[in-house]
């Protein structure tokens, strides 16, 4: 997170974690934890996901690398749309699981910030000669979520794009909007543009904390592998097969077989 990025949402009331066990660019709450929470279950909030990262797989091999490694069917994730996916051991044991989407020809790997360059660095061993690179993108690029009745009606305000159905993505201007789950979606947008579609945003929905976004995936059954969960579930042990996360009619992956049985 940057220090601008930072200071705009301390000056709109956020509080941001302060020990070392937690990540310090996750933001806590903007003063009502439980009045946000509260929202989250009947109202509209507007989330900093600094929790999340970005990872940018590009190169003319990358479709086929990540099909050849991730749980989901990359060659059918056409632009515009968006997948779950996970990316496993050789025992089946869910390293990370990610939300893909594209932009342009490149394609964007969202995962826990803290697996972010673990991952990317693991995923990079497998490149060997193949034209694909790997970046961590998540300095360049800040993820908003925006849940609630009120979630596209904020969106359209901002003038963000909004994409047709759910697990679709539109862009315009270098922001790209995410359709999650019904009444669920996420903005992805250069660092610079934060403030100001933040404010925008923030006109119609209460900005919340980290725990108002996990509360709404979980009712959303999305769940989120971090360092501490990283290698103790197959993909059928988060419901993965039924949020499209599997994909038992492609090739082989890593753990292929054990996620198979």
């Not at 310090?24 to 929790?51: C, I, K, N, R, Y």
């Not at 999650?180 to 404010?199: F, N």
């Amino acid at each position: 997170m940057t220090p601008q990025w930072r200071d705009h949402l301390v000056s709109r009331g956020a509080r941001f974690a302060a020990d070392a066990a937690t990540d310090s660019s996750q933001v806590l709450d903007f003063g009502q934890p439980q009045a946000e929470l509260q929202q989250a279950a009947s109202g509209t909030v507007l989330v900093p996901l600094g929790h999340l990262g970005l990872i940018g797989c590009g190169g003319d091999d990358a479709k086929g690398f990540l099909h050849n490694q991730m749980t989901s069917d990359i060659n059918h994730l056409d632009a515009g749309l968006i997948q779950h996916s996970a990316w496993c051991s050789a025992k089946g044991r869910m390293l990370a699981n990610f939300l893909i989407f594209r932009q342009g020809e490149d394609y964007r790997l969202q995962l826990a910030a803290e697996l972010v360059e673990p991952i990317r660095k693991r995923l990079q061993m497998f490149v060997l000669r193949a034209k694909v690179t790997l970046s961590d993108l998540s300095g360049e690029r800040v993820a908003l979520g925006l849940a609630g009745p009120q979630a596209e009606a904020a969106l359209a305000a901002a003038g963000l794009p909004l994409p047709v159905a759910a697990l679709n993505s539109a862009e315009a201007d270098g922001r790209i909007v995410l359709r999650l789950e019904q009444g669920r979606w996420q903005v992805i947008l250069p660092v610079a543009d934060a403030p100001a579609v933040w404010d925008a945003l923030a006109s119609l929905a209460q900005p919340a904390g980290r725990d108002a976004w996990t509360w709404c995936s979980v009712q959303a059954g999305i769940p989120l592998i971090t360092g501490i969960t990283r290698e103790e579930f197959v993909p059928q042990m988060a419901d993965f097969e039924k949020i499209g996360g599997i994909s038992f009619h492609k090739g082989c992956y890593p753990g292929q077989e054990v996620v198979a049985r």
